[in-house]
């Protein structure tokens, strides 16, 4: 049998290898910090952003945003129903309410309606996800909220690469984090990056990430209890090397793509990421999202593809369906509200899309897909959605 096909890896040349080693053998002392602050800088940089903080992770930068801007117990944030939980979470750590919106059908992202339609006199900030790659419509939700003193938190972990009318990712909303997990398009391993405009909102940030001590203070003098939330020099390096590469890395995503695209034109009953006019997909993950009148489910379809040697990932479960939100109130007003979050959850995967995928590799899961489809299923089950199944129309 064929080699097994992974959904994610890294692209990792002898160039990242390099500044890697080099960081290991000098990234000390005095250069303790040197590779980060080349890091960040390339970044604010790449996203016309005043600062940007790298951190452990995309996590702690959504939870040191929203702890830097005061939000806490009582107040709400709106975050998408179809996203990864290191978008809600954070609210939960601030003690506030997530509060889970409903998702377009074509993006997959937050729209203006959808947020509209969960606003509350408490609600403080909205943590707006660029899924997938995708972009949802910032000009709508900057309209929705400007005058409403409700923040805009940019997750940007998945959309490195990907712009919006001319403008990057990473530069949207008051803030704006990566993640550079090993299964995203730029990585350190592990690592994030927050980004921001705002001189007091700097301040606070960085207080807040070293044990609530001044920037500069050598006497550790704690003003506050703060949080420890730091990049090592060895993860600031592999990430500038990856960064130096990020055209390459992000065209690479994209030929990827259109490989998929191609080798899928004219099969009925699949709908792919959307391709757009005025957003440039970053197409962090492929993705398909089958016709239900094909019988086949994400939980039947990734088992059959696992057997073919390739493996796929299930598209979010809706986050109010899980165990850690079930029986929350919020959770269950958005259980009966999100009807395109949870018509579309059961029918999507997310397709090998590793950067060191070539041509062949994407042919042979495209067709290993198409087979299965065009067969029943193992065991087909009785569809007993009430709300019946999401008409899928974006045919590629
Ligand atoms: C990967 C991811 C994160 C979390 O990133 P970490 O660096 O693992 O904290 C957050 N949001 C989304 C949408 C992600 O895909």
């Given at each position: 049998m064929s080699e097994r096909i992974p959904v994610a890896r890294p692209w990792i040349t002898e160039h990242e290898v390099h500044r890697a080693a080099e960081a290991a053998a000098t990234a000390w002392h005095d250069r303790a910090y040197y590779y980060q602050a080349a890091f960040e800088r390339a970044f604010s940089d790449h996203c016309g952003r005043r600062y940007a903080v790298a951190l452990p992770s995309c996590t702690s930068g959504l939870h040191l945003a929203l702890a830097a801007l005061g939000i806490g117990p009582g107040d709400e944030v709106v975050v998408p129903d179809i996203t990864w939980i290191a978008s809600s979470a954070p609210v939960s750590y601030v003690g506030a309410t997530p509060v889970f919106a409903d998702v377009d059908p074509a993006s997959w992202c937050l729209t203006p309606e959808s947020v509209d339609a969960v606003l509350s006199p408490r609600t403080r900030a909205i943590v707006v996800v660029d899924l997938y790659g995708d972009m949802p419509d910032w000009d709508g939700l900057h309209a929705l909220t400007k005058d409403r003193g409700i923040a805009l938190i940019e997750d940007a972990a998945e959309a490195v690469g990907a712009s919006y009318r001319g403008r990057r990712a990473g530069s949207f909303g008051i803030a704006s984090a990566f993640s550079f997990h090993g299964s995203k398009?730029?990585?350190?391993?592990?690592?994030?990056?927050?980004?921001?405009?705002?001189?007091?909102?700097?301040?606070?940030?960085?207080?807040?990430?070293?044990?609530?001590?001044?920037?500069?203070?050598?006497?550790?003098?704690?003003?506050?209890?703060?949080?420890?939330?730091?990049?090592?020099?060895?993860?600031?390096?592999?990430?500038?090397?990856?960064?130096?590469?990020?055209?390459?890395?992000?065209?690479?995503?994209?030929?990827?793509?259109?490989?998929?695209?191609?080798?899928?034109?004219?099969?009925?009953?699949?709908?792919?990421?959307?391709?757009?006019?005025?957003?440039?997909?970053?197409?962090?993950?492929?993705t398909v999202i089958l016709d239900p009148r094909l019988g086949w489910t994400k939980e039947q379809l990734i088992p059959a593809m696992k057997a073919e040697g390739i493996d796929t990932r299930p598209i979010f479960y809706p986050l109010s369906s899980l165990r850690a939100y079930a029986e929350t109130p919020a959770a269950r007003a958005a259980a009966t509200r999100?009807?395109?979050?949870?018509?579309?959850?059961?029918?999507?995967?997310?397709?090998?899309?590793?950067?060191?995928?070539?041509?062949?590799?994407?042919?042979?899961?495209?067709?290993?897909?198409?087979?299965?489809?065009?067969?029943?299923?193992?065991?087909r089950k009785q569809n007993n959605d009430a709300r019946g199944p999401w008409p899928v129309t974006g045919v590629v």
């Open positions: 398009t730029l990585t350190t391993g592990e690592g994030g990056m927050l980004l921001y405009d705002d001189e007091g909102l700097n301040d606070r940030c960085l207080r807040l990430r070293d044990h609530g001590r001044a920037p500069g203070d050598t006497m550790f003098c704690n003003e506050e209890v703060g949080f420890k939330y730091r990049m090592s020099g060895l993860q600031a390096a592999l990430g500038l090397a990856q960064f130096e590469r990020l055209p390459e890395l992000v065209k690479r995503k994209q030929d990827i793509f259109g490989w998929y695209r191609d080798a899928f034109a004219g099969t009925a009953g699949i709908c792919l990421n959307r391709t757009v006019a005025d957003i440039v997909n970053g197409y962090w993950m492929v999100n009807a395109v979050a949870y018509r579309l959850s059961p029918y999507g995967i997310n397709l090998p899309s590793g950067p060191d995928l070539d041509r062949a590799s994407v042919l042979r899961v495209a067709e290993a897909l198409t087979d299965l489809i065009n067969k029943l299923p193992p065991e």
